[in-house]
DNA sequence: AATTATATTGAGTGCTCACTCAAACAAATG
DNA sequence: CATTTGTTTGAGTGAGCACTCAATATAATT
């Protein structure tokens, strides 16, 4: 069912100012309807039926199809990685070297928690990047390299130290963003809840794969 | 660019026994646009067009769209998961009980093997998992419960050894393919080849993550 | 060689789709 | 109230889509 509390992110990233009443509802349908049979499965017919609005008036305010798939996940890539960026930045400078507990579950609860406050908005983006190599490309190329130096300099300094097995950092970001997503498909595509307890395990569970 | 061995799923399934040399090549032609742009982004036309054949001939042999995303699909699901048991079966008959390395190196080793082989394949079905709520309710409930029965017997008695932690099964299960599968997705749409160091580097990962 | 069976063709069909645009409506401004 | 500015409508359009089918080519059988 469509809610208004599927545009969490919107709301976030002060992204709903420019937008009317009916524009709204049309984004509550689109996240809607996108996330349940995919985007190109879907009909802007469709999209304005369920909004209860003009088909003319989905094109008026985002010009194409495509335009409101973008309005939809921009707000996501915007505002995931300089999240997390921020959230590691937090750890960093309440303990340096961060020990890889801290590490690792402040970076699995910080990521969880937008998870859940993002379901629908999420299965959109991750399935679009499934479906074609072109958006791939496109919003890979996005993902802002400062974000991405930050988390390997921290890596490089738990290197240093022993902390953690001597992998290119490349494996290690994977083998945690592997644990991390498999849980959120298994809760986006799969309906399966994330208990606490669950979370616990996967972090312990890194800490002793990583751990030297 | 499409190639014959992108076949390879059906010569060992023998399913191409029914079908002409033209028939082979539009589903060579379908597997390649399917894995770059989706199954609902292709058009039948597009299809004919690469594989030099007239469109009718598609829908002469498959019926209709849908029925050529059977045939390139129905191989994945009715050998993965057979394939996947015989090779459990095969460790598990040579020792008793089974040790957690030996476990998780030959079910990682095996699959890494089958995603290789049929990467494009593997790809679409991936792929329409994600896109729409219907693929994945149908493929789903015809994963084998025979399947599932004996990994779960297996941990079972992993467990009562106390040789592995003692969690759900489900999690167990879950942290073993999101490791997989984070190095499939790397491998299948980031066009990241998998290292022999890096497999091992898994098989230590997980060993660690789930000895007790 | 004649006949039957199967494979292949490609122009044609109806339908759905994203998108347009002139007109109607609403809100804000002077 | 009059005018401007912005919003919404919905019938209409052309393009592209999956799919049909009668005709033709090819292969198999007798």
Redesign the interface.
């Given at each position: 069912m469509a809610q208004a509390s599927d545009l969490k992110l919107f709301q976030d990233a002060q992204a709903l100012e420019n937008f009317t009443d009916k524009q709204i509802r049309i984004l509550i349908a689109a996240i809607d309807i996108f996330s349940?049979?995919?985007y190109?499965?879907a009909s802007t017919k469709e999209i304005a039926d369920q909004a209860g609005v003009s088909e003319g008036n989905i094109f008026s305010k985002f010009g194409n199809k495509q335009g409101l798939l973008d309005a939809i996940i921009e707000p996501v890539v915007s505002m995931v990685f300089p999240q997390t960026i921020a959230s590691l930045l937090d750890v960093e400078t309440n303990r340096t070297p961060v020990s890889l507990h801290a590490f690792i579950s402040d970076f699995m609860i910080n990521r969880m928690r937008f998870l859940v406050e993002n379901k629908k908005v999420l299965k959109i983006f991750?399935?679009e990047?499934?479906?074609?190599?072109?958006t791939?490309t496109h919003y890979?190329q996005s993902l802002p390299t400062s974000f991405l130096k930050d988390l390997k300099s921290q890596l490089n300094t738990m290197k240093r130290n022993h902390m953690i097995?001597n992998?290119n950092n490349?494996?290690i970001m994977?083998?945690i963003?592997?644990?991390i997503?498999?849980?959120v498909?298994?809760y986006l595509?799969?309906d399966?809840p994330i208990a606490k307890i669950?979370v616990t395990?996967?972090i312990d569970?890194?800490v002793?794969?990583?751990?030297r």
């Amino acid at each position: 069912m469509a809610q208004a509390s599927d545009l969490k992110l919107f709301q976030d990233a002060q992204a709903l100012e420019n937008f009317t009443d009916k524009q709204i509802r049309i984004l509550i349908a689109a996240i809607d309807i996108f996330s349940e049979k995919g985007y190109a499965n879907a009909s802007t017919k469709e999209i304005a039926d369920q909004a209860g609005v003009s088909e003319g008036n989905i094109f008026s305010k985002f010009g194409n199809k495509q335009g409101l798939l973008d309005a939809i996940i921009e707000p996501v890539v915007s505002m995931v990685f300089p999240q997390t960026i921020a959230s590691l930045l937090d750890v960093e400078t309440n303990r340096t070297p961060v020990s890889l507990h801290a590490f690792i579950s402040d970076f699995m609860i910080n990521r969880m928690r937008f998870l859940v406050e993002n379901k629908k908005v999420l299965k959109i983006f991750i399935a679009e990047l499934a479906y074609n190599q072109e958006t791939r490309t496109h919003y890979m190329q996005s993902l802002p390299t400062s974000f991405l130096k930050d988390l390997k300099s921290q890596l490089n300094t738990m290197k240093r130290n022993h902390m953690i097995v001597n992998w290119n950092n490349d494996e290690i970001m994977r083998l945690i963003w592997s644990v991390i997503g498999g849980a959120v498909i298994d809760y986006l595509f799969f309906d399966r809840p994330i208990a606490k307890i669950e979370v616990t395990h996967m972090i312990d569970a890194l800490v002793r794969a990583l751990s030297r």
